[in-house]
Nanobody, 124 residues
Framework: VQLQASGGGLVQAGDSLRLSCEAS????????MGWFRQAPGQEREFVAA???????SYTDSVKGRFTISRDKAKNTVYLQMNSLKPEDTSVYYC???????????????????WGQGTLVTVSS
């Protein structure tokens, strides 16, 4: 499975961006896909995820601003980011894994496949 992330860029605070992550290859029917981010000098942190059931999870700092969704026909997951803040500046990574239970959805180690990062820069 290969993941191709896109959609990053330079925006101003308050603007919106939509990230896309297209998966090629076969994911099982019990897959989950997620977004993580990593700022310079920081650890990689969970942002959002969507399980095969459609259940979504978000880290507290993005709730109400970010929305994760998917297009099963296109094997693509999206991260709609609204009301962006300078602290959202990071490299964003998409990830996928099979059979990830809900209690592990925010753990990077639970995901098997990773895409290349896409840089999001939010200026103040």
């Amino acid at each position: 499975v290969q993941l191709q992330a896109s959609g990053g860029g330079l925006v101003q605070a308050g603007d919106s961006l939509r990230l896309s992550c297209e998966a090629s290859g076969r994911l099982s029917n019990s897959y989950a896909m997620g977004w993580f981010r990593q700022a310079p000098g920081q650890e990689r942190e969970f942002v959002a995820a969507i399980r095969y059931s459609g259940t979504t999870s978000y880290t507290d700092s993005v709730k109400g601003r970010f929305t994760i969704s998917r297009d099963k026909a296109k094997n693509t997951v999206y991260l709609q980011m609204n009301s962006l803040k300078p602290e959202d500046t990071s490299v964003y990574y998409c990830a996928a894994g099979n059979g990830i239970i809900l209690s592990s959805i925010s753990r990077a180690g639970a995901y098997t496949y990773w895409g290349q990062g896409t840089l999001v820069t939010v200026s103040s």
